[in-house]
């Protein structure tokens, strides 16, 4: 099994920045790409950034310019530096791991955290 825990959630005026982090633990033999999800009430859980093991990120649209996403492959952990925030990035965010779990099993699985609530005010 895989553990995925976030942090770095909070409560912020419109401008402002916060960062999140997410630690994997457990059965890792690699991970092949870590992401963050966006969730409001009423919607469905929204992809915001991606990046692979390499280092390559991935962008939504909506925070082009205002995110960046960076992995510590030594900690497995990835971060989301999250600048010049706006009432819409009001949300749940989930951090979710997609990895191999041991040498001998190639396949990949995929993991879910529980979420850290980040709140832009005007």
């Known amino acids: 099994q895989v553990q995925l825990v976030e942090s770095g959630g909070g409560s912020v005026q419109a401008g402002g920045s916060l960062r999140l982090s997410c630690a994997a633990s457990?059965?890792?033999?690699?991970?092949?790409?870590m992401a963050w999800y966006r969730q409001v009430p009423g919607q469905d859980r929204a992809w915001v950034a991606n990046?692979?093991?390499?280092?390559?990120?991935d962008y939504a649209g909506s925070v082009v310019g205002r995110f960046a996403i960076s992995i510590d492959n030594a900690k497995n952990t990835v971060y989301l530096q999250m600048n010049d925030l706006k009432l819409e990035d009001t949300g749940v965010y989930y951090c979710?791991?997609?990895?191999?779990?041991?040498?001998?099993?190639?396949?990949?699985?995929?993991?879910w955290g529980l979420g850290t609530q980040v709140t832009v005010s005007s």
């Open positions: 979710n791991a997609v990895v191999q779990t041991s040498a001998a099993n190639t396949r990949l699985y995929e993991y």
């Open positions: 457990g059965s890792i033999f690699s991970i092949a790409l």
């Open positions: 990046i692979d093991h390499g280092g390559t990120g």
